[in-house]
């Protein structure tokens, strides 16, 4: 079942490359976290940056370089919040309307399903965030409390990770309320167990080998160097405006790479474990 699962997700994916944009946009959940995270733990960089004067805000106006950043990151944090957990159910809801050939629109749809969405997302959130809490306690203790404690809410982690995704297709797919939707993907990870681990396996697999095929790609130099000589053409036929003119070509460039490279691979995990939980349901 596996190699159908894997086989007509990709066929999916490949026939509508426009998930591969969505797929990019997803990554920007733990993108933020990440973000929110360096935050809080960076508190005297921005202690510092708060002696340094904003000169071009009008006066009682942000006058501080640290409260004006915190603002300008946050405000950037939750937009990119909002656009992956959107293009996540989007995601969700295109391989569904893909496998029953409807044709509906999904925009509409995925912004109702939101606020749901992001309560499922926040209980993971706040698990990892005791995880670090807890982490931050046992490591002053020997070395074998803080192996237990990483071992059983590494195991605990990976449990909730995978009742919140099967949660998420009951909700959508299966249109339950908060509760049963949790219920029945705590239920769903118990009854497919082995073909949720069997499927997790393989696609780490598939996604180191893809991982190292394509950092092999680009360390070769493939796209390096072309644009090097370009820059060098350019600006020497333009001066400093065929320097910027490559600027903004290679930034346009790798933000093109990007959502091929990151998002055909996490745009085809989105849809392999949609496909699974669309395929037990039938």
């Known amino acids: 079942m596996t190699s159908n699962i894997l086989?007509?997700?990709?066929?999916?994916?490949?026939?509508?490359?426009?998930l591969w944009f969505f797929g990019f946009l997803s990554t920007f959940f733990f993108?933020?976290?990440?973000?929110?995270?360096?935050?809080?733990?960076?508190?005297?960089?921005?202690?510092?940056?708060?002696?340094?004067?904003?000169?071009?805000?009008?006066?009682?106006?942000f006058k501080n370089l640290g409260s004006f950043l915190l603002i300008i990151i946050f405000l950037g944090i939750f937009l990119s919040i909002f656009l992956?957990?959107?293009?996540?159910?989007?995601?969700?809801?295109?391989?569904?309307?893909?496998?029953?050939?409807?044709?509906?629109?999904?925009?509409?749809k995925s912004f109702n399903f939101l606020p749901k969405v992001l309560f499922l997302k926040i209980i993971l959130v706040l698990f990892f965030l005791l995880f670090w809490i807890?982490?931050?306690?046992?490591?002053?203790?020997?070395d074998v409390f803080l192996f237990l404690f990483v071992f059983?809410?590494?195991?605990?982690?990976?449990?909730?990770?995978?009742?919140?995704?099967?949660?998420?297709?009951?909700?959508?797919?299966?249109?339950?309320?908060?509760?049963?939707?949790?219920?029945?993907?705590?239920?769903?990870?118990?009854?497919?167990l082995m073909l949720t681990f069997k499927?997790?396996?393989?696609?780490?697999?598939?996604?180191?080998i893809y991982s190292f095929v394509m950092l092999s790609f680009l360390g070769g130099g493939v796209f390096s160097y072309p644009l090097r000589i370009f820059n060098f053409i350019f600006s020497n036929l333009l001066g400093k405006y065929g320097f910027w003119l490559v600027a903004l070509l290679t930034v346009f460039f790798v933000l093109i790479l990007q959502?091929?490279?990151?998002?055909?691979?996490?745009?085809?995990?989105?849809v392999c474990w949609t496909y699974l939980f669309l395929k037990k349901r039938e």
């Open 134 to 142: 807890g982490f931050n306690f046992f490591k002053y203790l020997p």
């Open 84 to 108: 992956a957990i959107f293009s996540e159910i989007f995601l969700i809801l295109s391989v569904k309307k893909i496998k029953e050939e409807k044709d509906e629109s999904l925009a509409k």
């Open 152 to 192: 059983i809410f590494s195991l605990f982690g990976l449990i909730l990770f995978f009742i919140i995704r099967y949660s998420i297709f009951y909700l959508l797919i299966e249109k339950n309320n908060l509760l049963k939707s949790i219920k029945n993907g705590f239920l769903f990870l118990g009854k497919n």
């Open 199 to 208: 499927l997790s396996i393989l696609l780490f697999l598939i996604s180191s």
């Open 259 to 270: 959502i091929v490279i990151i998002g055909l691979i996490n745009s085809y995990q989105i």
């Open 31 to 61: 993108f933020s976290l990440n973000e929110i995270f360096i935050i809080f733990s960076s508190s005297y960089f921005f202690s510092e940056l708060e002696k340094t004067k904003v000169f071009f805000l009008p006066e009682g106006q």
């Open 7 to 18: 086989k007509k997700s990709f066929q999916i994916i490949w026939h509508h490359p426009i």
